[in-house]
């Protein structure tokens, strides 16, 4: 079971050396205001946090990760590179449903599955002609051994990687995973994405409760 199939050395380029950090804008998924980055892939990066977490705590987070068919995964480092932080891998199922993996690497090791992280997949999770789509909440991505998300950050420094080729297995979430063929750091504005009624809005997605004006917004 391997998360690369390259040898570890390349798969520590995943999120290393980076290129310079992007901003992120502010996008609202009717309530549900995230920080948003697109990259020139036309992969939509979305984060949103609730209004009461405090620095330096756990908090879960919601994750919208919306991308073209021709992007076989797309994924997020909480910690802002490769290794020692939540990686939350994203991929169609190859059916009309999406996929979210939980792993983490360690210094010149593959990613492994990551058990410190679980998510919450949401029913407006799909594929369709064009685009797939991740819409979930992680419990466990905000904080992890040495370090954590500032949730009221301007420019809190996440990494993001993506590739053209799809997972080998795409119904597993622990399936092998070509090497990235992009990869920047970005810095999201987090404090664009708290929201209020944080725990009202995720009963709601979980109970597939969608207001007429939840847009879901593609490129």
């Given at each position: 079971m391997g998360f690369l199939l390259q040898s570890a050395t390349a798969a520590l380029a995943l999120f290393a050396a980076a290129?310079?950090?992007?901003?992120?804008?502010?996008?609202?998924?009717g309530p549900v205001c995230y920080s948003e980055f697109v990259s020139t892939q036309r992969v939509a990066y979305r984060v949103a946090v609730p209004d009461t977490a405090a620095r330096g705590t756990a908090f879960d987070v919601l994750i919208q990760?919306?991308?073209?068919?021709?992007?076989?995964?797309?994924?997020?480092a909480w910690g802002g590179?490769?290794?020692?932080?939540?990686?939350?891998?994203?991929?169609?199922?190859?059916?009309?449903?999406?996929?979210?993996?939980s792993r983490r690497a360690v210094s010149r090791t593959a990613p492994s599955p990551y058990p410190g992280a679980s998510y919450a997949v949401f029913g407006t999770s799909t594929t369709n002609a064009t685009h797939w789509r991740l819409d979930a909440l992680c419990s466990g991505c905000s904080a992890w051994t040495g370090g954590s998300v500032d949730p009221?950050?301007?420019?809190?420094?996440?990494?993001?990687?993506?590739?053209?080729?799809?997972?080998?297995?795409?119904?597993?979430?622990?399936?092998?995973?070509?090497?990235?063929?992009?990869?920047?750091?970005?810095?999201?504005?987090?404090?664009?994405?708290?929201?209020?009624?944080?725990?009202?809005?995720?009963?709601?997605?979980?109970?597939?409760?969608?207001?007429?004006?939840?847009?879901?917004?593609?490129?």
């Open positions: 290129p310079t950090v992007v901003q992120a804008a502010k996008f609202c998924d990760i919306v991308a073209p068919r021709a992007v076989g995964w797309a994924a997020l590179q490769m290794t020692n932080n939540p990686l939350t891998i994203a991929y169609s199922n190859g059916g009309t449903g999406a996929v979210v993996s009221a950050g301007a420019a809190v420094t996440i990494a993001w990687a993506s590739s053209a080729r799809a997972p080998t297995t795409p119904s597993s979430n622990t399936s092998t995973i070509a090497i990235h063929d992009n990869k920047a750091r970005v810095a999201f504005d987090l404090a664009a994405g708290r929201i209020a009624n944080f725990t009202q809005l995720v009963a709601a997605k979980r109970a597939g409760v969608t207001p007429d004006n939840w847009t879901h917004k593609v490129y």
